[in-house]
């Protein structure tokens, strides 16, 4: 029985994506002594007959947490943003957990067993999304040139969900922690911290984001126990631009020592001609290489 399980989600849309990604798992031998999991919000029945083969289970997503339809509106794909906080309820014979957003990609069997490792003893595995080359990590506005509005994308999002104020300012300038990439093992206290601040964040804010907010909650304010791993288990792409090892054949960090990236995350997307490469795998942007060139490359999973 395997003990190790990683888990993704999609819709009929992002399908492509996720047969991606798990392509790029199974690419690795070392895949064999790991299950994967789909939770489907919304695949068609071909596309989980083309999964069937390469997974170990596959579960319809539910609204684990009651949301008005009126904030739904039909988009049943939202449920990504409740059932990750709940994924031992739907794949109980397993003892950690990795999740995998499904515009991810795995490019170094490393950074898998960094997460595995992470999440012992109960802790979170994550990574924050603030490193070398990022010269943003919080907006402000500017009044009367001293004093400034936080626009920062926690304490926006907490205050517009009605989180308190001491709270709020808690998560105000703390790196931000994408959650596209996570570990936990199942009888984390990580779990309860996450789903009972996942039901405050749903209840005035939006859908989307709610389950960030609460785990970004959880770490800042409820201080669960945290590993942080390193940047390139998590290279969000839209941040920061990764390069390329011609010499490897592989994608690296843009700066020295230039790390190999182990997992690669499309998030918000690369946008060129109002189209996005999560889209459109024709799209290519202009990617420099470790000795300067520049070539025209997707940055999507190819075998």
Not at 198 to 207: A, D, M, N, V, Y
């Amino acid at each position: 029985m395997k003990k190790n399980v990683i888990v993704s989600l999609a819709d009929s849309n992002y399908f492509p994506l996720l047969n991606e990604l798990i392509d790029s798992i199974k690419k690795f031998k070392e895949s064999g002594e790991v299950a994967i999991c789909i939770l489907d919000a919304g695949l068609s029945d071909d596309q989980k007959i083309q999964l069937t083969p390469k997974i170990d289970e596959i579960k319809s997503a539910e609204w684990d947490i009651e949301v008005p339809d009126s904030k739904i509106k039909g988009r049943e794909w939202l449920k990504s943003q409740v059932s990750r906080a709940f994924l031992p309820k739907y794949f109980p014979n397993y003892e950690k957990y990795l999740w995998i957003d499904c515009d991810a990609w795995v490019n170094d069997w490393q950074s898998v067993e960094l997460y595995f490792k992470a999440c012992e003893n109960g802790k979170l595995g994550i990574t924050q999304t603030i490193g070398p080359g990022y010269k943003i990590t919080s907006r402000v506005n500017w009044v009367f040139g001293k004093l400034a509005i936080i626009k920062s994308q926690n304490f926006k999002h907490a205050i517009k969900s009605n989180i308190s104020l001491d709270k709020a300012r808690k998560l105000a300038f703390a790196p931000h922690i994408n959650i596209g990439v996570f570990s936990l093992k199942k009888n984390s206290t990580c779990w309860n911290s996450w789903q009972e601040n996942l039901k405050q964040t749903l209840k005035s804010g939006e859908i989307f984001g709610s389950e960030q907010l609460a785990m970004n909650m959880s770490v800042y304010v409820d201080n669960v126990e945290t590993e942080f791993l390193p940047l390139n288990c998590n290279w969000i792409t839209s941040n920061l631009l990764p390069k390329f090892d011609e010499n490897n054949d592989t994608w690296v960090e843009p700066y020295l020592p230039n790390y190999k990236i182990g997992i690669m995350h499309l998030a918000a997307g690369i946008w060129k001609d109002n189209e996005d490469m999560r889209l459109n795998k024709n799209i290519k942007v202009d990617i420099q290489t470790l000795t300067g060139k520049i070539l025209n490359k997707s940055l999507r999973f190819s075998n």
